[in-house]
């Protein structure tokens, strides 16, 4: 007998365990959430994967429901900001007061920590505050730390940031700055829903009857499926594609005339990071142990397009970062030569 046996069949539970629990999860958020498959999908990868992830969607689209949803769901710290124009840093990571030992007399400084000390955060229309203020997330966002007069304060992990905002709205809006668009794993857009869906919206919200959300899931076993999304198999020739795919996002490093026309800055190599980790968070997700060419081309859209910085020639023609990434998509189902 194999004596690595039994340690198999224990990591193969464990697996079986969290995926059973993130489809309870989805099911727990279902009961709120009409339809809208693909976002809480994509959430779901983003949960798994430990990234951050921004949605997108006109109002009324249930945006910060599904998130609060989501929260309500899982067995963790949740808190929420709502940003505005006059949002300022220490608002979001804390700031320290002056306090006194009433034994001695003693004047000290405490740091007393702001909402970010949360397992998961919702950064409400997070586009509404100053590029300043939203600066405030980059370092908790990359590091899972936060630093405040020359001391470092470590998040508890899991740590999520899901961020909101509204497309439509430009008064009082900053766009996000590109080095911080880079650091959300997902750029999720949240699209109307379907006739027959909006009718079960309108039939199900206007009642007396309440949903109770059930907590299905904690921190430790979400930490434990981010763990098993890396072991997650993937080819050597899954990972040239993805490779040549982001490379070819960029106008210097391609000879795709279409990239070179439109584009202005391509995506970095976090982008093929972030393409292979979701991919393994998807294939998971659906009791696979092995990436697919399906599940690389399922999240390319949301995490390469906000990566990819169109030129004035692409918006005088309404070309968007989809509309690129649908190309080399294109090119990857062919196989064809796009390294």
Known sequence: MDQRQPALESAAKNVNEIVSRLAALKQEMKKV?????????????????????LLEGVPGLAKTLMIRTLAEAVDLHFRRIQFTPDLMPTDIIGTEILEENHATGKRFFKFNQGPIFANILLADEINRT???TQS???????????????????????????????????????????AQLDRFLLYIKIDYPSAAEERMILET????????????????????????VREV???????DLVNGAVRNTR???????????????????????AIILTAKARALLRGN?????????????????HRILMNFKAEAESVTPDDVIEKIIELISKRDNVI
């Open 33 to 53: 959430i009409v339809g809208q498959e693909e976002p809480i999908d994509q959430l779901l990868m983003a949960f798994l994967a430990g990234g951050h992830a």
């Open 130 to 132: 100053s590029p300043k």
């Open 136 to 178: 405030a997330l980059l370092e908790a966002m990359q590091e899972f730390a936060v630093t405040y007069a020359g001391t470092t304060y470590p998040l508890e992990k899991p740590f999520f940031i899901l961020a909101t905002q509204n497309p439509i709205e430009q008064a009082g809006t900053f766009p996000l700055p590109e």
């Open 205 to 228: 919200t206007t009642g007396n009857k309440n949903f109770v959300v059930e907590k299905v899931i904690d921190g430790k076993k979400i930490l434990e499926g981010q763990n098993f």
């Open 233 to 239: 198999h993937i080819s050597s020739e899954l990972i």
């Open 251 to 273: 106008p210097k490093q391609t000879d795709l005339k279409f990239v070179k026309e439109w584009v202005r800055w391509g995506a970095g190599p976090r982008a093929g990071q």
């Open 289 to 305: 142990f092995s990436v697919t060419l399906d599940d690389i081309k399922n999240v390319a859209f949301p995490v390469l397009r």
